[in-house]
């Protein structure tokens, strides 16, 4: 017999397992003796009091056995004579598309400007010591797209968007740990998410379709408002009458293509700011409201949202125990992000903290469909300058950030390409400054002890979201104007993470399969 409840226990209880099984006799009423098996079927912790407790959702096993249903990746089926629909980019949605089109009888063709996450690595160690910008391989451009080498964090909130356990089986199956589909904010770790990529890609050569690495897109053959085909930049021509344009958030090469051939796109507002980086330690003593965490409790994350003179600001992937990573796209420019190894083990936390901005921010965007790329860029463009014209981003102490005031010195950061002391203000346009030094004064409120100079502000943080939407029909997930245009992703407007992603991919391929079996 199997019985399903819910139990808060300690930390300790939650994680000792001869205890958690006393506390689920005691609370069921059940004797010791006659549970099998115990499942945790969801776990999240609750920290908003002194004292903390952990929330598990449980099935209990009494007098049967357990047998482990074991996460298996799906029977595709072999589509190497199937059409073909052209997939540009093989992030979480470009991946996921393609799997969807194998389960939906068409062949993939997946078209990757970078390189396949092993070869990628390279790039990633010149990039963090030699400085040395590759356009197409980088944290962002690259087998497995920003999400590989920047966390994995599987949380969304996109709920309504689809069908959130499936992507997080099919990663399962593919060689993320179960733990996934028990935690309440999941994350694989930039250390283990390559492998699960790798696999991915193998799946989708195995069952027929086609994986092109270091293949850029150049152009896009469109004949009588129809898609063709594509033209790449080795001077390829591939042709497809359907065609998923899954090329991520930086890819400014595509929007300025897609402009160029009057192909609607449209500005879009997104956020911007900086991120911080504290003592891990720190922050788990304000969040856990202890001396030390203790061996229970994983390094805590904090999440934060105000309203600043009427503009948000807020806390943009959180990252515990984790690093600092430069993700600029092209030389000239610098862009911070941060990541999380799978154990969460570094001395640090870091977080983005990113205000709002709207329409009305970018100069001439009723006209311009590019103007918030270009706002974007500017201020990229103005930390490199103002930090030397290397890899190394402006940073200030967050006190002295918050009072204007030059930093005189600064701490080693988990940033390995370095820092620059300067004054933000010169970085940032003025609403976006005085919003982010009243912005964290607030937060000191929420968080006590936040304000601090111990923590670092490494500027910018500007790649939250894409800053271009390219509209598409809301049935059909068609480009308003291209017929077989399907824009897809984080790049396209849809999306704002690995999950999200992946259920948008999945959707542009369903959508695509019905129109050509129509």
Same mark, same amino acid.
């Given at each position: 017999?199997?019985?399903?409840?819910?139990?808060?226990?300690?930390?300790?209880?939650?994680?000792?397992?001869?205890?958690?099984?006393?506390?689920?006799?005691?609370?069921?009423?059940?004797?010791?003796?006659?549970?099998?098996?115990?499942?945790?079927?969801?776990?999240?912790?609750?920290?908003?009091?002194?004292?903390?407790?952990?929330?598990?959702?449980?099935?209990?096993?009494?007098?049967?056995?357990?047998?482990?249903?074991?996460?298996?990746?799906?029977?595709?089926?072999?589509?190497? &004579?199937?059409? *073909?629909? !052209? $997939?540009?980019?093989? @992030?979480?949605?470009?991946?996921?598309?393609? =799997?969807?089109? #194998?389960?939906?009888?068409?062949?993939?063709?997946?078209?990757?400007?970078?390189?396949?996450?092993?070869?990628?690595?390279?790039?990633?160690?010149?990039?963090?010591?030699?400085?040395?910008?590759?356009?197409?391989?980088?944290?962002?451009?690259?087998?497995?797209?920003?999400?590989?080498?920047?966390?994995?964090?599987?949380?969304?909130?996109?709920?309504?968007?689809?069908?959130?356990?499936?992507?997080?089986?099919?990663?399962?199956?593919?060689?993320?740990?179960?733990?996934?589909?028990?935690?309440?904010?999941?994350?694989?770790?930039?250390?283990?998410?390559?492998?699960?990529?790798? &696999?991915?890609? *193998?799946? !989708? $050569?195995?069952?027929? @379709?086609?994986?092109?690495?270091?293949?850029? =897109?150049?152009? #896009?053959?469109?004949?009588?408002?129809?898609?063709?085909?594509?033209?790449?930049?080795?001077?390829?021509?591939?042709?497809?009458?359907?065609?998923?344009?899954?090329?991520?958030?930086?890819?400014?090469?595509?929007?300025?293509?897609?402009?160029?051939?009057?192909?609607?796109?449209?500005?879009?507002?997104?956020?911007?700011?900086?991120?911080?980086?504290?003592?891990?330690?720190?922050?788990?003593?304000?969040?856990?409201?202890?001396?030390?965490?203790?061996?229970?409790?994983?390094?805590?994350?904090?999440?934060?949202?105000?309203?600043?003179?009427?503009?948000?600001?807020?806390?943009?992937?959180?990252?515990?125990?984790? $690093?600092?990573?430069?993700?600029?796209?092209?030389?000239?420019?610098?862009?911070?992000?941060?990541?999380?190894?799978?154990?969460?083990?570094?001395?640090?936390?870091?977080?983005?903290?990113?205000?709002?901005?709207?329409?009305?921010?970018?100069?001439?965007?009723?006209?311009?469909?590019?103007?918030?790329?270009?706002?974007?860029?500017?201020?990229?463009?103005?930390?490199?300058?103002?930090?030397?014209?290397?890899?190394?981003?402006?940073?200030?102490?967050?006190?002295?950030?918050?009072?204007?005031?030059?930093?005189?010195?600064?701490?080693?950061?988990?940033?390995?390409?370095?820092?620059?002391?300067?004054?933000?203000?010169?970085?940032?346009?003025?609403?976006?400054?005085?919003?982010?030094?009243?912005?964290?004064?607030?937060?000191?409120?929420?968080?006590?002890?936040?304000?601090?100079?111990?923590?670092?502000?490494?500027?910018?943080?500007?790649?939250?979201?894409?800053?271009?939407?390219?509209?598409?029909?809301?049935?059909?997930?068609?480009?308003?104007?291209?017929?077989?245009?399907?824009?897809?992703?984080?790049?396209?407007?849809?999306?704002?993470?690995?999950?999200?992603?992946?259920?948008?991919?999945?959707?542009?391929?369903?959508?695509?399969?019905?129109?050509?079996?129509?």
């Amino acid at each position: 017999m199997r019985y399903q409840f819910q139990l808060q226990v300690s930390p300790e209880q939650a994680a000792v397992k001869e205890k958690l099984w006393k506390a689920v006799s005691k609370k069921a009423d059940i004797p010791l003796s006659e549970i099998s098996h115990i499942e945790i079927l969801k776990r999240s912790i609750d920290a908003r009091q002194k004292t903390i407790k952990v929330n598990l959702k449980l099935e209990v096993y009494v007098n049967e056995a357990f047998q482990e249903n074991k996460i298996e990746i799906p029977d595709y089926q072999d589509v190497s &004579d199937k059409e *073909e629909v !052209i $997939i540009v980019g093989a @992030g979480p949605a470009g991946l996921f598309a393609a =799997l969807k089109c #194998i389960e939906s009888g068409l062949k993939p063709v997946i078209v990757e400007r970078g390189k396949d996450v092993r070869t990628r690595r390279r790039d990633l160690k010149a990039l963090n010591i030699q400085h040395i910008v590759n356009e197409d391989s980088n944290y962002c451009f690259g087998e497995g797209g920003a999400g590989t080498y920047s966390d994995g964090k599987l949380y969304t909130r996109s709920k309504k968007r689809g069908d959130v356990d499936r992507i997080l089986k099919l990663l399962v199956a593919f060689g993320a740990t179960p733990e996934i589909m028990v935690e309440a904010h999941p994350h694989i770790g930039t250390n283990k998410l390559p492998a699960i990529i790798a &696999d991915i890609r *193998e799946k !989708i $050569i195995s069952c027929g @379709g086609d994986v092109l690495f270091n293949t850029r =897109l150049t152009d #896009i053959i469109i004949i009588d408002n129809e898609v063709a085909g594509i033209k790449t930049l080795k001077g390829e021509t591939i042709k497809a009458r359907k065609l998923i344009l899954a090329t991520g958030h930086s890819a400014r090469d595509i929007f300025e293509l897609l402009h160029s051939k009057n192909i609607k796109i449209e500005a879009k507002p997104f956020a911007l700011g900086v991120r911080v980086e504290h003592p891990q330690e720190l922050i788990d003593k304000i969040q856990y409201k202890c001396e030390t965490r203790g061996d229970y409790l994983p390094p805590s994350p904090y999440s934060i949202v105000k309203q600043i003179n009427g503009r948000g600001m807020y806390s943009f992937c959180m990252c515990p125990g984790g $690093i600092i990573a430069p993700c600029a796209t092209a030389p000239g420019e610098v862009v911070t992000n941060g990541w999380s190894p799978s154990k969460r083990d570094q001395p640090t936390a870091n977080s983005g903290i990113v205000v709002e901005l709207r329409l009305s921010d970018f100069p001439g965007s009723q006209v311009n469909p590019l103007a918030a790329m270009e706002f974007q860029k500017q201020i990229e463009q103005k930390s490199w300058a103002e930090a030397g014209k290397t890899q190394r981003v402006p940073a200030q102490r967050l006190v002295d950030f918050t009072n204007g005031k030059l930093s005189q010195n600064l701490p080693v950061t988990s940033y390995k390409p370095g820092v620059t002391s300067v004054e933000l203000e010169s970085v940032f346009p003025n609403f976006i400054h005085k919003t982010l030094q009243a912005g964290f004064k607030e937060f000191d409120k929420s968080m006590r002890g936040f304000l601090t100079n111990e923590a670092i502000v490494h500027a910018p943080e500007s790649r939250t979201s894409s800053p271009v939407r390219i509209p598409r029909d809301p049935y059909t997930f068609e480009h308003v104007q291209i017929k077989g245009l399907y824009p897809c992703g984080e790049g396209a407007g849809y999306a704002g993470g690995i999950v999200s992603a992946a259920i948008d991919g999945e959707k542009c391929a369903e959508k695509c399969a019905k129109s050509i079996k129509a």
